[in-house]
T-cell receptor, first 118, second 111 residues
């Protein structure tokens, strides 16, 4: 149980392209999903917290207009990297908590999306 | 800012040996969790220990927590090649749902 599907797993595209990444909870409802960015051999950096039916909460330093987050249903959150540039190349990972998330609740992760901008 | 700091950064052992990873954190916590990440994949939750617990076991995993020292350790006993992965500690505070991850320990278990 508690499976999170992330799609696509790998994207290579030209600079200036917008890329949408989907994160789905397959067998549970997720009021809250999280989006992380991970550079090679480094830790996860929280980008934003996505709440169903409301605006996402972005971490300091993360551009809201650059990384658009939509959480339109209890099983789907999307991250759109707008006008992507080479510096946006990274590994993006989503996670979700089951139901209405509680403080410090374990998160269930997707398999990540490797984004490469040429 | 990063909360957890794991050490060592990398650990190489032989199958059958035990692997110990440590995590230190800075502020008060509600709980501490350990996750595993296989190369190029997402994270898998391994175990959660609450701030009022000192030790917890799950299969070959043993986690300790010392809130006075703001530190935790993860012990993997009788390691297997399949345990090769990066291991991260993550702390959850009270009152908010986000987790803060440490830098991780890369574990290599050789057959």
């Amino acid at each position: 149980g508690a499976v999170v599907s992330q799609h696509p797993s790998w994207v290579i595209c030209k600079s200036g392209t917008s890329v949408k990444i989907e994160c789905r909870s397959l067998d549970f409802q997720a009021t809250t999903m999280f989006w992380y960015r991970q550079f090679p051999k480094q830790s996860l950096m929280l980008m934003a917290t996505s709440n169903e039916g409301s605006k996402a909460t972005y971490e300091q330093g993360v551009e809201k207009d650059k990384f658009l987050i939509n959480h339109a249903s209890l099983t789907l959150s999307t991250l759109t990297v707008t006008s992507a540039h080479p510096e946006d190349s990274s590994f993006y990972i989503c996670s979700a908590g089951i139901g209405v998330i509680r403080a410090g609740q374990p998160q269930h992760f997707g398999d990540g999306t490797r984004l490469s901008i040429l | 800012s990063q909360q957890g700091e794991e050490d060592p950064q990398a650990l190489s052992i032989q199958e059958g040996e035990n692997a110990t990873m440590n995590c230190s954190y800075k502020t008060s916590i509600n709980n501490l969790q350990w996750y595993r990440q296989n190369s190029g994949r997402g994270l898998v939750h391994l175990i959660l220990i609450r701030s009022n617990e000192r030790e917890k076991h799950s299969g070959r995993l043993r986690v300790t927590l010392d809130t006075s020292k703001k530190s935790s350790s993860l012990l993997i006993t009788a390691s297997r090649a399949a345990d090769t992965a990066s291991y991260f500690c993550a702390t959850g505070g009270s009152g908010y749902s986000t987790l803060t991850f440490g830098k991780g320990t890369m574990l290599l278990v050789s057959p």
